[in-house]
């Protein structure tokens, strides 16, 4: 998925709620090329949104997603997931 799907309205300006978490936090992360953010589960809902650099999301339900700049992919409660960067890449994880 990408940011500018999102806004299909001929609009000057756009939004459109991606969730409403109950208690929040906004954090950046970046992963180095090569690395990986090992498997582990969310407590909460989760939006994993891709700032720059390339990586390939995954998680126990199959799923794959590439991710590039405005890129974002959606962390479901209790699935195990797992986030491999395929080079230098900075993220803005929202829960």
Do not use: R, W
């Amino acid at each position: 998925m990408n940011l500018k799907d999102l806004h299909t309205e001929n609009k000057p300006v756009q939004t459109h709620l991606l969730f409403e978490p109950k208690e929040s936090s906004v954090l950046s992360m970046q992963i180095e090329n090569g690395q990986i953010l090992k498997e582990h589960v969310s407590k909460t809902p989760a939006l994993l949104v891709c700032v720059s650099g390339k990586a390939v999301f995954s998680n126990e339900i199959g799923q794959i997603i590439n991710l590039s700049s405005g890129s974002y992919v959606k962390i479901e409660v209790n699935v195990k997931h797992e986030v491999k960067a395929i080079e230098e890449s900075n993220f803005l994880l929202i829960k």
